[in-house]
């Protein structure tokens, strides 16, 4: 879960990935022609989302082609969003119960 | 083999023997994807997946099966079962790692209605998955209000 957070703060990266979403299994070659930095640059913030698990790569020949991989932000929207939107709902349904007079007190 | 146009990767804590049983049990599957996936799992065997005792929503013929490493599964929406072009095949390939097992799903040859349906169901099914093998819960309503599950 650290890995993801860090991968994902950075514009880069999230640029990355945004370009990723647009255009499943792109090259490297493809995602630098996209973005404001050297090849290099490219390939290291490539290297932090793969260690994050965001992308995946797939070998066809002699290419590597690189995908979003979904799974852990999915993760972290239901670990850590959709967990902080739950006492929010239960005050709603106990301030329910206390007008509705539903309740023993 | 086509390019890809999905590829998930999910790390589990588990063993690829309990992987294999989650993606082929029609028990297990429903308990973290709603619908169970129901065949005998021998290459060129039927499979389907839908809602037990319903009709399937997907159904589709057991390509390759490597028990616990590999299975290769043509999909259909059962309603176009015989329209070729509305096929299209997962592949999930399940690799220990050290005390890991990584999973990817990889779809391919989907067309654009197919890419619409599925695209946000996977992540749902996958992350449900991994939580159902290390802590034997499950999310409720894993697919959400927004996301559909890739049945559909």
């Given amino acids: 879960m650290d890995l993801v957070f860090k991968a994902l703060a950075d514009i880069s990266r999230r640029r990355l990935l945004d370009s990723l979403h647009a255009t499943p299994g792109q090259t490297l070659g493809a995602l630098t022609e996209g973005q404001e930095m050297t090849r290099q640059a490219v390939s290291q913030h490539l290297a932090l989302l793969e260690a994050a698990n965001l992308v995946t790569t797939v070998r066809r020949g002699r290419e590597k082609l690189h995908y979003l991989n979904p799974v852990p932000i999915h993760a972290l929207q239901t670990r850590w969003i959709a967990k902080f939107e739950r006492p929010r709902l239960d005050a709603l349904a106990a301030l329910k119960a206390k007008l509705e007079g539903d309740d023993d007190g | ?152």
Avoid: C
Avoid at chain 2, 60 to 89: C, F, I, M, Q, Y
């Fill in chain 2, 1 to 152: 083999m086509d390019k890809p146009q999905f590829v998930y990767v999910t790390y589990i804590l588990t063993t690829p023997d309990k992987v294999w049983t989650a993606l082929t049990d029609a028990e297990v599957t429903a308990k973290y994807w709603q619908r169970s996936n129901v065949s005998d799992w021998k290459v060129g065997s039927p499979w389907s997946h839908g809602f037990a005792g319903e009709a399937p929503d997907v159904v589709g013929e057991v390509l390759e099966a490597d028990p616990p490493h590999r299975l290769v599964t043509s999909w259909s929406p059962a309603s176009k079962a015989n329209d070729p072009t509305r096929r299209s095949r997962v592949t999930y390939e399940i690799e220990q790692l050290g005390e890991k097992v990584r999973l990817t799903v990889t779809h391919t040859e989907l067309t654009e209605e197919g890419l619409a349906s599925i695209s946000h169901g996977w992540p749902a099914v996958l992350s449900n998955l991994k939580t159902l093998l290390e802590t034997g819960r499950t999310i409720p309503d894993p697919f959400g209000s927004e996301a559909k599950a890739p049945a559909r």
